[in-house]
């Protein structure tokens, strides 16, 4: 089980921390990551990173605000959000790859196989 946390609303220009913990077994964890969906439009990577070599990947539109941590021991994973924009208003939803693989498509949404519930964020201009 997944449990995102850190959701709200905050004006433009303003920080967020989004956690996620996985909870509710042991895991082998491949990779965790962050999607997004806004109103309207289809669900999108926002950010992840691999646990088997610390490599990050962020989409374009988040580069240079976004970063993405983890800590392995509590099999969680951290997204630090700052000078947010109104364009970043969505439901953030945190994945997991818990399998042996080599989860390299660290962009597509095939690449998890859990998903947390989502929590909102929303950027007011």
């Known amino acids: 089980q997944l449990v995102e946390s850190g959701g709200g609303l905050v004006q433009a220009g303003g920080s967020l921390r989004l956690s996620c913990a996985a909870s509710?077994?042991?895991?082998?964890?491949?990779?965790m990551g962050w999607f997004r969906q806004a109103p309207g439009k289809e669900r999108e990577f926002v950010a992840a990173i691999r646990w088997a070599d610390d490599n990050t990947a962020y989409a374009d539109s988040v580069k240079g605000r976004f970063t993405i941590s983890r800590d392995n021991a509590k099999i969680t994973v951290y997204l630090q959000m700052n000078n947010l924009k109104p364009e970043d208003t969505a439901v953030y939803y945190c994945?997991?790859?818990?399998?042996?693989?080599?989860?390299?498509?660290?962009?597509?949404?095939?690449?998890?196989?859990?998903w947390g519930p989502g929590t909102q964020v929303t950027v007011s201009s």
């Open positions: 509710g077994g042991t895991f082998n964890t491949a990779a």
């Open positions: 994945a997991a790859d818990f399998s042996y693989g080599s989860s390299w498509y660290l962009e597509s949404t095939a690449n998890y196989n859990y």
